[in-house]
C-alpha cells in the first residue's frame, strides 16, 4: 500500500487583496472586470527568488512533520517552478543540498504544467513498487508568479506558495492512494507561454496564444478526457461517480467550478473555493493544499475523487482512501 501524507504548504506573510494589485490599473475594463469577477479575494506575494526558499521550509515541514529526518530520505522529486532562476542550474540538487537529503535520488519533474505533480505522484509510485530499496519519497512544489503581470488571461490570477508531500510505503499517512491516471496532448503544447528570449524581464507577460481555443475547444476536450479517465479509474475498482463524495480539483476560478459540477454531474468540495478565494491559483500546489484542507471532513474508508489539468495540455485522476488520522512519531521502514 503507498500512503500519501503528512502534506505540508507554506505561504509568504503578504496578502494582497486583488483589487489592490498594481498591474489592475494597466488592464482594460474588460478584463479588470472579468479578474475581480474570479471569485479571488487575495493572493500571497513572495519576494524575488522566494519559491526557494518556500519549497525548502514547506520540505522541512512535512520531514518534521514525518519525524523523518532528510538523511533517511529515499528520493526527493521536486516539482518545477513556473520560471527557474538559472538556465541549465539544478533547483533540485540545490533543494537537496538545503535540506541534507545526501542519499536521496533527486530528480525534477515538470513540463506538464499545474499537472506536473500529477506526473510526480506517477513516479514516486514507480519508485515506491519498483524499487525494493526505496520505501518513502518527498514531493516538493513552489510556486511564484513568473512575471510581474498575476492576471491570466483568461482563465486565473497566480498566488505563490509553497507545498511538499510524503509518499511511503508505510502506515502513516492521511490517504491511500489507491489508483491514478495521467493523459497528455502536444497539440496545447504553447497554448501559454512567455516570449523571454527577446524581452527584458519587467515586459515578460504570460500569453494565451488563442483564446477562442483555450475557452472552447480546449474545455471540451478536456471534459471529455476527464470523463472518460474518471469513468475507467471508478470502474476498474468497482465504484460510481455517485457513491463519492464532493470531488477535489486544481482552483482557477469559480466559474471553473460551476463549468466542472455541470459538466461531470459532481459536486466540488467547498475547500476548493475557500482556497481559491484566500490564495488564488498556485498550479501543481493546488491540490495539496484542498487535499489537506478537505482531510478533516473525510471519515476513514471514504473515497475521493482528485482531479488535476493543464492548458498544456494534460489531465489527472487520482483516487484516494481517508485513512485513519494517526500522529506521525517516525516512520518505520
Not at 35 to 46: E, K, N, S
Not at 189 to 213: G, M, V
Not at 299 to 318: H, I, M
Request: neutral net charge; charged residues 25%; aromatic residues 6%.
Amino acid at each position: 500500500m503507498i500512503t500519501l501524507g503528512p502534506v505540508s504548504s507554506v505561504f509568504p506573510d503578504t496578502a494582497v487583496a486583488v483589487a489592490e494589485l498594481a498591474e489592475m490599473a494597466e488592464l482594460s475594463a474588460g478584463k479588470r472586470a472579468h479578474a475581480l469577477a474570479l471569485g479571488i479575494d487575495t493572493v500571497r506575494c513572495a519576494a524575488a527568488d522566494g519559491d526557494h526558499d518556500l519549497a525548502a521550509a514547506a520540505a522541512a515541514r512535512a520531514l518534521e512533520r514525518a519525524g523523518l529526518s532528510p538523511d533517511r530520505l529515499d528520493a526527493l522529486l521536486l516539482v518545477g517552478g513556473r520560471a527557474p532562476r538559472y538556465l541549465m542550474a539544478s533547483e533540485a540538487t540545490r533543494l537537496q543540498h538545503r535540506l541534507g537529503a545526501d542519499r536521496a535520488f533527486v530528480a525534477g519533474v515538470g513540463e506538464l504544467g499545474c499537472a506536473s505533480i500529477s506526473a510526480a505522484f506517477t513516479l514516486a509510485a514507480g519508485l515506491l513498487r519498483g524499487d525494493p530499496h526505496c520505501g518513502n519519497v518527498l514531493i516538493v512544489a513552489a510556486a511564484t508568479a513568473p512575471t510581474r503581470f498575476r492576471y491570466r488571461a483568461p482563465m486565473t490570477l497566480l498566488g505563490d506558495g509553497a507545498g511538499a508531500v510524503l509518499l511511503t510505503t508505510g502506515k502513516t499517512g492521511r490517504y491511500q492512494l489507491v489508483d491514478h491516471l495521467v493523459r497528455s496532448d502536444g497539440k496545447y503544447s504553447d497554448l501559454f507561454r512567455i516570449d523571454y528570449r527577446n524581452l527584458p524581464q519587467r515586459d515578460w507577460r504570460e500569453e494565451c496564444a488563442d483564446e477562442a481555443t483555450y475557452s472552447f475547444r480546449l474545455a471540451v476536450e478536456s471534459r471529455k478526457r476527464l470523463a472518460a479517465m474518471n469513468e475507467e479509474l471508478l470502474r476498474r475498482n468497482g465504484l460510481r461517480l455517485p457513491d463519492l463524495g464532493p470531488v477535489l480539483m486544481q482552483n482557477l476560478s469559480a466559474g471553473a467550478f460551476s463549468f466542472w459540477e455541470e459538466a461531470l454531474e459532481t459536486r466540488v468540495d467547498q475547500a476548493c473555493r475557500r482556497n481559491l478565494a484566500a490564495y488564488g491559483h498556485l498550479g501543481s500546489l493546488d491540490v495539496l493544499v484542498n487535499l489537506e484542507a478537505a482531510a478533516p471532513h473525510r471519515a476513514p474508508g471514504d473515497y475521493t475523487l482528485l482531479l488535476n489539468s493543464s492548458p498544456v495540455a494534460a489531465w489527472s485522476s487520482t483516487l484516494l482512501r481517508r485513512l485513519p488520522d494517526r500522529e506521525y512519531e517516525g516512520i518505520e521502514l
